[in-house]
């Protein structure tokens, strides 16, 4: 069982404005997190064109930056890609790879989206990796499967290196549904995702693991008070200053 500090990030998605953005964060701020959510690493992920003034707007508080995802390229003809040198140059900490968004809409595969992770940690930015079935997939019973696949892209891709990731299970039918996983549901997925990172790492009980969709106020103590989940990844809720906060407080 992991006692580690849990790590709460929020994903903007294509959301927010230059003056939006503003009052979120003075929201966050004024929340002082590093007192009030002390068992919590906390990050935002807003859209790239903002991720400028968003780390401005944080630089020496205790709120880490990422981006929502992040080429597999260093650099060149990539039009419309955004490299981790780049992602790097702004002080982000993390970058969210696969997200169900990314895989579904913009056709990302199990090997672009390890890529991506190989990416991210090639140019010192940790990895969010995202893995999730869809509701199809679990009446079908085919959960642990299709997890598994998505999460092995990346095991076998970073080698060793898969102990320097962060692992986000986000089942797609619970994200931005307002259906979430049960916790007892989560963590069965969890713990598979856990056994299955032990088998590639000795640090699999180090590796965080975040539980995202519909992650609320009223429902994060109980998610995150399952053994095998060590933080959210958080969609909605976080475009909430007041909410953001109470589930990193949940923490
Ligand atoms: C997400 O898309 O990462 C997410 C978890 O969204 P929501 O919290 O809105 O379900």
């Known amino acids: 069982m992991s006692v580690m500090k849990k790590l709460v990030v ?5 959301h927010g404005s230059r003056a939006f953005n503003a009052e979120l964060i003075q929201g966050l701020l004024v ?4 007192t009030t959510a002390p068992n919590a690493d906390v990050a935002v992920c ?8 968003v780390a401005d707007a944080l630089q020496g508080t205790a709120i880490a930056v990422g981006t929502q995802d992040i080429s597999a390229q260093t650099q060149g003809a990539y039009t419309g890609e955004v490299a981790g040198p780049m992602i790097r140059e702004f002080g982000a900490t993390y970058a969210i790879v696969g997200h169900s968004e990314r895989r579904s809409y913009h056709g990302e595969s199990d090997q672009l989206v390890a890529d991506k992770a ?6 010192g930015l940790v990895p969010i ?6 509701l199809a997939e679990r009446e079908a019973n085919q959960t642990e499967a299709v997890v598994g696949r998505q999460l092995q892209a990346v095991i076998d891709t970073l080698g060793a290196d898969i102990a320097r990731v962060v692992v986000a299970y986000e089942p797609v039918w619970a994200i931005g549904t307002g259906k979430t996983a049960s916790p007892a549901q989560a963590q069965a997925v969890h713990a598979g995702l ?3 990172l032990a088998q590639a790492t000795s640090s699999a009980a180090d590796i965080p693991l975040l539980y ?3 992650v609320k106020p009223d429902n994060a103590v109980e998610l995150f008070s399952q053994p095998d989940i060590n933080g959210g990844l958080i969609g909605g809720a976080a475009l909430k200053a007041a909410d953001f906060a109470a589930i990193a407080r949940a923490a």
């Not at 929340?31 to 590093?34: H, Q």
């Not at 190989?118 to 140019?123: E, M, R, T, Y």
């Not at 990796?129 to 869809?134: L, P, W």
């Open 194 to 196: 856990r056994a299955q």
């Open 129 to 134: 990796v995202c893995v999730g079935e869809t």
């Open 10 to 14: 929020g994903n903007w998605k294509m």
């Open 118 to 123: 190989k990416a991210a940690l090639a140019h």
């Open 212 to 214: 995202g969709g519909s």
């Open 31 to 34: 929340a002082d997190l590093a």
């Open 46 to 53: 807003p859209p790239f064109v903002f991720l400028a003034d």
